[in-house]
């Protein structure tokens, strides 16, 4: 698998899953609630937060787009009230910068692209833009990685997008995505994760629209080395990513979750340095069940296995069976190989 790096963080096959806390526009177009919510993360532990730069006329036409399911207005109107302009994200990155968590930014047009091209370290793609391959084109030739999200494709399409960027760059990952808010767990398919791996050989990752996040752990453990996440700081607030969106306390989880999981993952099967005085009395060993003077052959209702496994290992047990015993011995009694003709 190749790498790619963010910032000073490289992403790829021995590196630590990249940690991304998705704002979008859950601060509504507060520029506190947006400063707190790049605090949080950064308290969480992620290691970036992300937000939108939206230009409605660039990205969309006023009419033709649906209400969504989960808001009370016009995606449309929602931008024109709610985002960010470019000072906004330019003081947000600085903030950023103040606390020490990357910033990052997902553009939604050619022009959004260029105007925060000098403010990210990389340029993070929605699903609904892997297929835009001209305005692609264009952010991959601004020399900066591409995390591309792949919600609402096939494969085929996938394979259109990656062999356009390839004469372009090679600094870009895959996220297994789900577009639906939120997703029916069925609908996830995280075995997908494997098959991008197997089939493009970038970093994959992970975009999560789930209420919850169990299902990015579920990523982690098959390879996923970005998991992208929504954050709110208030679920009670509403707003057109509010049933997607997790609160800082589980971010927290989240982080502390997959950094357990990533310390879980080795593939050695050996006795650990904490598990030998353990092994030592829970396994067992060969032991008389009643007295048994010298000269008696052994049965399997003289001797049997018990704990702890200081004695003759249990394994041996056959080879005693049907031998004579030297000398007396009491019931429960550790055996030994010299107790035996």
């Given at each position: 698998m190749k790498t790619i790096k963010i910032g000073n963080r490289s992403i790829g096959e021995g590196e630590t899953c990249f940690?991304?806390?998705?704002?979008?526009?859950?601060?509504l177009g507060n520029m506190d609630t947006a400063k707190e919510m790049a605090r949080q993360s950064k308290l969480a532990g992620a290691d970036a937060v992300k937000y939108q730069h939206h230009l409605p006329d660039e990205e969309m036409l006023k009419d033709g787009v649906p209400m969504s399911d989960?808001?009370?207005?016009?995606?449309?109107?929602?931008?024109?009230?709610?985002?960010?302009s470019l000072d906004e994200h330019r003081e947000l990155k600085q903030y950023c910068d103040e606390i020490g968590i990357l910033y990052m930014c997902t553009p939604f047009s050619k022009k959004a692209a260029i105007e925060i091209q000098d403010l990210?370290?990389?340029?993070?793609?929605?699903s609904g833009e892997l297929t835009d391959i001209p305005t692609l084109k264009v952010i991959a030739g601004l020399g900066k990685p591409m995390i591309l999200s792949t919600g609402m494709s096939v494969l085929e399409e996938v394979d259109e997008t990656v062999e356009a960027l390839k004469p372009i760059t090679n600094q870009f990952a895959l996220m297994n995505c789900?577009?639906?808010?939120?997703?029916?767990?069925?609908?996830?398919?995280?075995?997908?994760?494997?098959?991008l791996i197997d089939r493009?050989?970038?970093p994959i990752g992970h975009s999560d629209h789930s209420p919850d996040i169990y299902s990015c752990f579920g990523a982690v453990s098959l390879g996923a080395k970005i998991i992208e996440k929504h954050l709110i700081l208030d679920r009670k607030?509403?707003?057109?990513?509010q049933s997607v969106s997790i609160e800082p306390f589980e971010l927290y989880q989240l982080v502390d979750g997959i950094r357990k999981?990533?310390?879980?993952?080795?593939?050695?099967?050996?006795?650990?340095?904490?598990?030998?005085?353990?092994?030592?009395?829970?396994?067992?060993?060969i032991v008389t069940l009643k007295d048994i003077p010298?000269?008696?052959t052994l049965t399997d209702d003289l001797i049997w296995t018990k704990r702890p496994g200081t004695g003759v290992e249990a394994k041996h047990l056959e080879e005693f069976i049907g031998k004579k015993v030297t000398r007396d011995l009491k019931k429960d009694y550790l055996i030994q190989w010299e107790d035996i003709q």
């Open positions: 940690i991304i806390a998705e704002a979008c526009d859950n601060h989960n808001f009370n207005m016009p995606l449309y109107e929602f931008l024109q009230l709610y985002a960010l990210v370290p990389a340029f993070k793609i929605g789900t577009s639906e808010y939120p997703p029916k767990y069925e609908d996830l398919n995280l075995g997908v994760i494997k098959t493009y050989g970038v607030q509403p707003g057109p990513d999981i990533e310390a879980a993952m080795g593939s050695e099967k050996k006795v650990n340095k904490l598990e030998q005085p353990i092994r030592t009395w829970a396994r067992r060993s010298a000269g008696t």
